[in-house]
């Protein structure tokens, strides 16, 4: 008797491991199934919009080099603040050393926008390098405007040399950044 108990169970304990492992192994082929469906849809979607995975890869480059430069950007912001959190906003604003350090970083990234440039525009000719020049001369003239504008809706006083100088660095800094990333310069 308890040797048919044993045949039993073991029978039947065979049995669920065999639905199991059927059940795990539909699983794995049910994901193989949709991944491939996925990767397909993709590959299809790529040829449709005439775009190829080396390009996607570029683009994703790209987003990537934008992403950093804003971190580079808003942790020099964040770096600032908690300078003028430490050393108390009145004092700040009445430091010319302060100010003087704004403009020297904006001299910095003044020049690597203009190293920049210079990459792009080497990498251009004819009507790409015209129409490249306009769209830089016209993106300097916003530049200078906006960090006029933002400068003006402070308070008379030193913070508004400050407050000019903060922006036209974010703003080069990150012109750039788009021209690294969307123009290949180096």
Do not use: C, N
Not at 37 to 52: D, I, N, P, R
Not at 136 to 143: K, P
Not at 169 to 184: F, K, M, N, V
Request: negative net charge; without cysteine.
């Amino acid at each position: 008797m308890e040797q048919a108990f044993l045949v039993v169970l073991g029978a039947a304990l065979t049995w669920a491991f065999y639905f199991v492992q059927r059940r795990v192994e539909r699983r794995r082929t049910t994901e193989a199934i949709e991944r491939s469906q996925k990767l397909l849809a993709l590959k299809q979607g790529l040829e449709g919009a005439k775009t190829s995975l080396g390009e996607l890869q570029r683009f994703e480059h790209g987003l990537v080099g934008k992403a950093q430069s804003a971190v580079e950007i808003a942790d020099g912001i964040v770096t600032r603040a908690e300078e003028v959190v430490e050393r108390g906003a009145v004092e700040v604003l009445h430091d010319d050393e302060f100010t003087a350090q704004a403009r020297e970083r904006l001299l910095l990234a003044d020049a690597r926008m203009r190293r920049v440039v210079a990459t792009v525009r080497a990498q251009l000719d004819g009507e790409e390098l015209a129409a490249f020049d306009r769209a830089h001369s016209a993106w300097l003239a916003f530049r200078d405007r906006h960090a006029l504008f933002i400068a003006q809706s402070y308070a008379r006083g030193p913070i508004r040399a400050l407050i000019q100088a903060v922006t036209l660095e974010s703003l080069t800094s990150a012109w750039a950044a788009e021209l690294e990333t969307q123009l290949g310069g180096d």
